[in-house]
C-alpha cells in the first residue's frame, strides 16, 4: 500500500487497543512502499517474528512490476530453529510502545 494510505491506517489501528498495528515499510526503485500485516491472512511472512540478529533477510523482488518482499535465510538453518528477521523499526515511538524490538 502507499505511505499515505499506511498512515491512515495507522491511526484508525491507534484507536483500538485490541489490534495490533503491524506495517513494514520498504523501498523499492526509490519510492516508498508498506505492507500492513495487521489483519490475520493467508501470508506466513507475518507470522515470523523479529530479532535484531534474525537468521532471514528481507529481499525485494519485481514480479509484474510490483515489488514483492521475499525472505532469504542468511546461511543454513537447521531443522527447529525458529526463523526470525530483523523488522528494522528503530523509531523512538516504536521503541516505546515495542520495546521488543530493540532485542
Known amino acids: 500500500i502507499s505511505v499515505a494510505e499506511a498512515k491512515q491506517r495507522e491511526q484508525v489501528y491507534s484507536k483500538d487497543d485490541s489490534t495490533g498495528c503491524y506495517m513494514y515499510y520498504f523501498r523499492h526503485k526509490n519510492v516508498q512502499h508498506c505492507i500492513d500485516a495487521t489483519a490475520e491472512s493467508g501470508k506466513l511472512g507475518r507470522l515470523v517474528n523479529h530479532s535484531r540478529n534474525g537468521n532471514l533477510v528481507t529481499k525485494t523482488v519485481p ?41
Open 63 to 103: 514480479i509484474n512490476n510490483r515489488p514483492h518482499l521475499v525472505l532469504i535465510a542468511k546461511e543454513d538453518i537447521e531443522k527447529g530453529v525458529e526463523v526470525t528477521y530483523d523488522y528494522g523499526d528503530r523509531s523512538k515511538e516504536a521503541l516505546l510502545h515495542y520495546p521488543w524490538l530493540a532485542l
